[in-house]
């Protein structure tokens, strides 16, 4: 509901049933790549695998040891029934302290891997975050125009979340589940070959199991983390629109495409939780079946003589364990499911081509930049679209002019802008500054001799200082303060309770509309650049402020390329150049005079406006 958001569109493709239809999943790709990702810190990882390896192992041989303290017992008995002697306690009590001191020792190494670990993933999510930080400033605006907000931040949050909390698990239960039962199965065929070999006949079973269950579970995986992007989308998109919302009584259409999206989500979350959470019971099940079998052999054996009564307790233990690590590879199938479906958005974002630079031929500080500006047969338009919003644009403009861009809406004046910027590439043309291609500049070299004022203001959480020394980070508080004075802000700045020092909220609601655009102003006043754009810079003004700005402008703009979008045309009466632009073409330039001799599109523009006026 917001003016420069569109609806949150669905994350995938819809078929006919209302269903997102199913795409081809790369789960060994992104896995590769999730590789690459951790390769620096391998050595760490080859170091908790070799902690949780041992912690494991420490832990493996207590049942074994614990059967000797069970046959010292049986044996006391045996003597104490037969009166040759009684329980040794003594070597019960050895036996013992070495048990507390294995597992004390496996304790110890698990709090290591773990404080490793946490702190390996930690930084792990730290740097995927400030890369994809990083990344979202080399993506073309083009990109965002097709992605709402709320996806783009549900990757940065809720993704790698998901992938930290994921990886920390996985990493650490794989190494402790294969070392135990590797362990395990080893003492098992030490214990009693024929038990281990019942125990054994359950495992194809289980990976049967488990290889159905991730089968069917991992495509709603992927969409439930697709739908949490949708409906992040959705809320911030209402949130940051609300006042229009509640304005033309959206509530309730809101909350019904909200309730669409969060079924859809609840939906593919309930049958992703539902057959992964199926593993465990299944597992479970199936591992209590070879326990039972297992008790019953081994009462036999032991009845027969060939086991003692500690073999088999330590045995029976060894089951317990052999199917918690078959039922941890079952959990971990889940959890790598949600790692891959998050890493998966993540790799995706992180892949979108950047804006190229590779063509910059020359830095603004070796070329002497006056501010002449050609407009050579420009075409434009959207990527993604057949629509061509600019057709063929051509103007010259000399330095020091003061260029008005007039027309409807919709006619191209703020994509001609933009593209001053390079904010798109150009479909076919070129614009040239002091006769250079504006591709061979690096974009950032460039856009620090423009200064663009827009009508859609944009303040961040801050002082009021900080907001007009972002057109400039290293002006002094005295810069600053002239700057505004030159833009009419240093009077209603000083009426505020702090001044200067004064906190911008989070939506920055505690000034009026036109206050925000005279700081926007009085940021690009402050940054001196050779370019200046205002793009319906005052429209946000009443009429005597706007008497003032435009005076303030007026010196502003003496020296400097200035190129003005205005709907009120009795504002740039005075301007040097006049651009009547009308679907993607220029239809008419020149002065304020010679356009309205010729009695065509600016004089019935002008004409209409000052009839409206005197109405």
């Not at 009508?455 to 002094?476: H, V």
Request: with cysteine.
């Amino acid at each position: 509901m917001s003016r420069n958001k569109k609806r949150t569109p669905p994350p995938e493709k819809l078929g006919r049933n209302g269903r997102p239809v199913e795409k081809v999943k790369d789960f060994k790709g992104t896995v590769k790549k999730l590789l690459k990702l951790i390769a620096p810190f391998k050595f760490k990882f080859i170091l908790i695998v070799f902690l949780a390896a041992c912690s494991s192992l420490f832990a493996v041989i207590g049942p074994k040891i614990l059967s000797q303290a069970t046959n010292e017992v049986q044996f006391g008995v045996e003597r104490m029934l037969a009166g040759t002697g009684s329980i040794d306690l003594e070597r019960v009590a050895e036996i013992l302290i070495l048990l507390i001191i294995l597992y004390l020792i496996s304790a110890s190494f698990s709090y290591m891997q773990s404080f490793i670990m946490s702190g390996v993933t930690t930084r792990l999510s730290f740097n995927l975050r400030n890369t994809i930080m990083q990344k979202i400033n080399r993506i073309p605006l083009g990109f965002f125009h097709s992605q709402s907000q709320g996806d783009v931040l549900s990757r940065i949050t809720n993704d790698v979340d998901t992938l930290e909390n994921a990886l920390t698990q996985c990493i650490t239960q794989i190494a402790t589940s294969v070392t135990t039962l590797i362990g395990v199965l080893t003492m098992m065929l030490i214990t009693s070959p024929l038990m281990t070999l019942i125990i054994i006949i359950t495992v194809p079973v289980s990976m049967v199991i488990v290889r159905n269950v991730v089968k069917l579970s991992q495509p709603h995986f992927r969409k439930q983390q697709k739908f949490l992007g949708a409906v992040n989308g959705h809320i911030e998109e209402m949130y940051g629109g609300h006042l229009v919302l509640k304005a033309f009584n959206g509530e309730k259409r809101a909350i019904e495409e909200f309730d669409e999206l969060n079924v859809q989500l609840a939906e593919n979350a309930r049958k992703a939780e539902f057959l992964s959470g199926l593993m465990m019971p299944l597992m479970g099940f199936i591992g209590n079946l070879g326990y039972v079998v297992v008790c019953i052999v081994g009462a036999v054996m032991a009845s027969g003589g060939t086991l003692l009564i500690g073999d088999i307790q330590a045995f029976i233990q060894y089951v317990r364990t052999f199917n918690q690590p078959i039922n941890q590879l079952a959990n971990i199938s889940s959890q790598m499911q949600r790692m891959a479906a998050a890493a998966e958005r993540v790799f995706e974002f992180l892949e979108v081509a950047e804006e190229d630079d590779s063509k910059a031929t020359l830095k603004l500080s070796d070329v002497e930049i006056e501010g002449n500006i050609t407009f050579d047969h420009v075409k434009f338009g959207y990527e993604g679209t057949d629509k061509i919003v600019i057709n063929d644009f051509s103007a010259k403009v000399k330095s020091g002019q003061k260029i008005a861009i007039v027309g409807p809406t919709g006619a191209g004046k703020t994509t001609m802008v933009k593209l001053i910027m390079r904010f798109h590439e150009l479909t076919d043309g070129r614009i040239l500054i002091d006769g250079h291609d504006l591709t061979c500049f690096d974009r950032h070299d460039l856009r620090q001799e423009i200064a663009m004022v827009l009508q859609d203001t944009w303040l961040y959480s801050g002082t009021i200082m900080e907001n007009i020394r972002y057109g400039k980070l290293d002006a002094t508080d005295e810069d600053v303060i002239k700057a505004a004075k030159t833009a009419q802000v240093d009077h209603f700045v000083r009426t505020l309770p702090e001044g200067y020092q004064m906190m911008m909220n989070e939506e920055t609601t505690n000034i009026s509309q036109g206050q925000k655009q005279l700081l926007t102003i009085a940021r690009a006043i402050l940054a001196d650049p050779k370019i200046l754009i205002l793009d319906e810079a005052t429209s946000s003004v009443d009429t005597r402020t706007e008497i003032l700005i435009q005076k303030a402008m007026d010196n502003l703009m003496k020296g400097r390329t200035s190129f003005i979008i205005a709907h009120r045309l009795s504002t740039i009466r005075n301007a040097d150049l006049i651009l009547c632009m009308n679907n993607g073409d220029i239809v008419e330039q020149g002065n304020h005079e010679e356009l309205m001799a010729l009695g065509g599109f600016y004089a019935n523009l002008y004409n209409s406006q000052f009839e409206k006026t005197n109405a």
